[in-house]
């Protein structure tokens, strides 16, 4: 089987989602021995279509446009045996990278009109067109995101190319938190997977496109995660690709937003059958308490603090803020006795080692 993979996502690779569940899917098609050519939309020139219809009229089936998408992606594009687009969503729809490309489709079809089985009018095709599968990506977590753009897309397919499938991945860009981990795994894994089956059946099994679609964590999780992570890189003055290069964290700015990012930061499990209250007594920007309870491997947080707690850490609220998110070394603070800390030291550090 002859594939051709059209990725029009803008971002380089390392940082594209679209990019990342494409190679998954390509790899599984090779497994299964399609022969598959990705194309980046980005590295080639793709004229608009002006409307001119010269390809209907005077050079029947060919552009008026010399550019690649004339001398190259449209020949490759008829001799595949399956398309796939790929594309992130923006703004409900495919990406303008990918659009026009579709519009320089135009010279497949015949300009005369048909009636089909429905009633409706339609073009004739001049060529027989590839069948399609439509890989999309997008931001929010809810995959009804998708729903425009599957409408879209069906709509635009002709008879032969009408998608065999929709890979949708809401809330891609969980696919990278450390947290995650083994569930993106699984997602990526079962890309691969519909990779295969493609190629074999052209058709994915219900349960490889549960895997795939699967939720990775609660909408309202995410929005409160999504808003620290955007303070974080408006603060520092950072671009998402320059987050990601430089391996930062989330940084909380109020009380609210550190109870809620602090357990994701920790290894609760550490104190294994252990019950343990963690304290903050907070001075400086923030002149507040909190206490953390940890146990049976989860933390719950709660303002104030407890009388009596197993850990109580003194600082300032912007040197913890400085400490995990790196910017400060916490063992040369403590050593230079810049924060205080009473009671299990033994145990914090295992708290504080890490997944
Ligand atoms: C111009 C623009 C429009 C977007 N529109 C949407 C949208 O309508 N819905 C959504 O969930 N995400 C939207 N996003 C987020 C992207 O879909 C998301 O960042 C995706 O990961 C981008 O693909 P990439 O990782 O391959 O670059 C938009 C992003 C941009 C830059």
């Not at 594309?87 to 320089?104: G, K, V, W």
């Not at 001049?126 to 439509?134: D, G, H, I, N, Y």
């Not at 929010?140 to 190319?161: H, L, Y």
Request: aromatic residues 10%; neutral net charge; proline residues 5%.
């Amino acid at each position: 089987m002859k594939v051709l993979a059209l990725n029009s996502g803008a971002r380089a690779d390392g940082e594209s989602y679209t990019t990342l569940m494409l190679n998954h899917l390509t790899e599984g098609m090779k497994d299964a021995g399609a022969d598959v050519e990705i194309i980046n939309l980005r590295t080639r020139k793709i004229r608009n279509c002006i409307g001119c219809f010269t390809c209907w009229t005077k050079t029947p089936g060919r552009c008026v446009h010399k550019d690649d998408m004339t001398e190259e992606l449209f020949p490759k594009f008829l001799a595949s045996d399956l398309v796939i687009y790929a594309s992130p969503l923006y703004f409900h729809t495919l990406n303008a990278a990918m659009a026009a490309f579709m519009e320089r489709t135009l010279p497949a079809a015949l300009p005369f009109f048909e009636e089909d089985e429905d009633g409706n009018t339609y073009h004739p095709m001049r060529f027989k067109t590839p069948a399609s599968v439509l890989l999309s990506v997008c931001g929010f977590p809810e995959m009804s995101e998708f729903d425009a753009m599957r409408e879209f897309f069906e709509r635009t397919r002709d008879k032969n190319s009408q998608p065999v499938a929709v890979i949708c991945r809401a809330g891609a860009s969980l696919l990278s938190a450390p947290q995650l981990a083994a569930k993106s795994r699984d997602v990526l894994e079962a890309t691969r997977q519909a990779g295969r089956e493609l190629v074999k059946n052209m058709k994915i099994a219900p349960e490889t496109m549960e895997r795939i679609t699967r939720s990775l964590g609660s909408a309202k999780t995410f929005r409160k995660m999504g808003n620290i992570y955007w303070k974080t890189c408006i603060t520092e003055g950072v671009t998402p690709g320059e987050y990601d290069r430089r391996k930062m964290v989330p940084r909380p700015q109020s009380m609210e937003d550190f109870m809620f990012m602090f357990p994701f930061g920790i290894n609760a499990k550490a104190a294994r059958d252990k019950k343990v209250l963690l304290q903050f007594n907070f001075t400086g920007a923030i002149n507040e308490s909190c206490l953390f309870r940890i146990e049976k491997g989860r933390a719950q947080a709660q303002t104030g603090g407890d009388e009596n707690p197993d850990i109580a850490i003194d600082t300032d609220f912007d040197l913890w803020m400085d400490i995990i998110t790196r910017k400060a070394d916490g063992q040369k603070m403590f050593l230079e006795q810049k924060y205080k800390v009473r009671g299990d030291l033994e145990m914090m550090m295992k708290i504080f080692g890490g997944r």
